[in-house]
């Protein structure tokens, strides 16, 4: 049975508020903003925001997610667009770096210091990490990668190496934004797992 039209559109209108609120969180960060600044930005009424979340709380945790959501489908449009074990993987990690790159640092460091935020972050971090390892497991399998460095360790640095990006110890290190530590570590990882 097919939705009715004005449920169509509704659940349309959601997914547009959803995506400018996303704009917005990403632009400019979210600690500052109250739920009157957000809904005056987005020209929409509070209580249009209500029926999305109970609070600025869980509207941020619920726009954070949405966000993620949109980048994973993004990310794995851009690997399955190839079959080149090589090209997979840095597939992946160029379209992480480019799902980031309208980030902002405010927006990355409220995040960071909203719990909710943080821990939506690291569950698809550790997601990113195994997914990652599993394309160089297809690449070794498929005699694209050396054989010679185990999967388990490999896919181990790149966790490591994520982890710090999302904790924001790799930007504290290197001034590197999410995104370009993202590119740098695409090059130094296939760099390093690509036959000579």
């Keep these: 049975m097919a939705a009715a039209p004005s449920t169509r559109r509704?659940?349309?209108?959601?997914s547009e508020l959803f995506d400018?609120?996303?704009?917005?969180?990403?632009?400019?960060g979210f600690a500052h903003l109250t739920l009157d600044d957000v809904a005056a930005r987005l020209r929409c009424s509070k209580r249009?925001?209500?029926?999305?979340?109970?609070?600025?709380?869980?509207?941020?945790r619920a726009a954070v997610v949405?966000?993620?959501?949109?980048?994973?489908?993004r990310v794995e449009a851009a690997v399955a667009a190839s079959t080149d074990p090589e090209a997979r993987v840095a597939a992946y990690l160029r379209a992480v770096a480019d799902e980031l790159a309208p980030a902002s640092a405010r927006f990355v460091d409220d995040m960071a210091a909203f719990?909710?935020?943080?821990?939506?972050?690291?569950?698809?971090t550790e997601a990113a990490a195994r997914r990652v390892g599993e394309l160089i497991a297809e690449g070794v399998a498929a005699g694209a990668f050396r054989g010679d460095v185990p999967v388990s360790f490999a896919a181990e640095v790149?966790?490591?190496?994520?982890?710090?990006?999302?904790?924001r110890r790799v930007a504290a290190a290197t001034g590197l934004?999410?995104?370009?530590?993202?590119?740098?570590?695409?090059?130094?990882l296939l760099h390093g797992l690509t036959r000579d």
């Design 20 to 28: 400018a609120l996303i704009d917005l969180l990403l632009a400019e």
């Design 115 to 124: 719990p909710p935020a943080a821990e939506v972050y690291a569950r698809n």
């Design 66 to 73: 949405h966000f993620f959501e949109r980048a994973t489908d």
């Design 158 to 167: 790149i966790t490591a190496m994520m982890v710090g990006i999302q904790q």
């Design 48 to 60: 249009t925001l209500y029926a999305l979340a109970g609070s600025k709380e869980q509207l941020v």
């Design 10 to 14: 509704g659940a349309a209108r959601h």
């Design 177 to 188: 934004g999410d995104a370009e530590a993202y590119e740098a570590l695409a090059a130094l």
